[in-house]
């Protein structure tokens, strides 16, 4: 089943059909026996990380980010959603968070000026590109910036869960938060 969004339109419950939520008894900081295969539901505990994952959601559109932020929270991943970038700038601390979802067109900083800011100060944080902007200059431009995936909407649910998962297997937990990886563009 493939499901997808865009401007906020989440096939949410579709996708809790075929990936049901957690078990209770789940506790994110847990080490899990069988880490790196599973069910794309337990993305916290695939990963194999001393903590649950955080994951930072920047877009102006709020439908969006709400739609982002309930496919997350469905897979148990702590998230924090920013309506700009000067926004989520403002409250950035390496290890903060473990990657970052961002649109490109926004008021004031893009997000690819995101992406640049955040490689100037040495961040390595995985970011994940979701987009309208189909042109392939800014495609070229993002994954040359260093970003992790570059996804146009309407989204693809699964191939943004695939790239989060990617994205959050090179985290160190034992680093500074920073993400470690090789870029993907699809």
């Not at 059909?17 to 026996?33: E, I, L, M, T, V």
């Not at 469905?74 to 979802?101: H, K, N, Q």
């Not at 994940?128 to 970003?147: C, E, H, N, Q, S």
């Amino acid at each position: 089943m493939v499901s997808s969004f865009a401007s906020g339109n989440c096939c949410l419950r579709e996708f809790e059909k075929d990936h049901p939520r957690p078990k209770d008894g789940y506790r994110p900081g847990q080490q899990w026996a069988r880490c790196g295969s599973g069910h794309p539901a337990t993305l916290a505990k695939v990963t194999c990380l001393s903590k649950a994952p955080v994951v930072a959601i920047v877009d102006d559109d709020e439908a969006v980010r709400e739609a982002l932020s309930d496919l997350l929270l469905v897979l148990d991943l702590s998230c924090r959603t920013f309506d700009r970038a000067e926004t989520f700038m403002a409250e950035y601390v390496p290890g903060g968070f473990d990657c970052l979802i961002t649109d490109v067109s926004m008021p004031g900083h893009s997000g690819l000026d995101l992406l640049h800011r955040l490689r100037s100060i040495g961040s390595l944080i995985p970011v994940i590109i979701v987009t309208a902007d189909t042109k392939p200059a800014t495609r070229l431009r993002a994954m040359r910036g260093g970003a992790q995936a570059y996804l146009t909407k309407p989204v693809n649910s699964e191939a943004l869960l695939g790239h989060l998962q990617s994205a959050l297997r090179y985290v160190d937990p034992s680093s500074d938060g920073n993400g470690r990886g090789t870029p993907s563009d699809d």
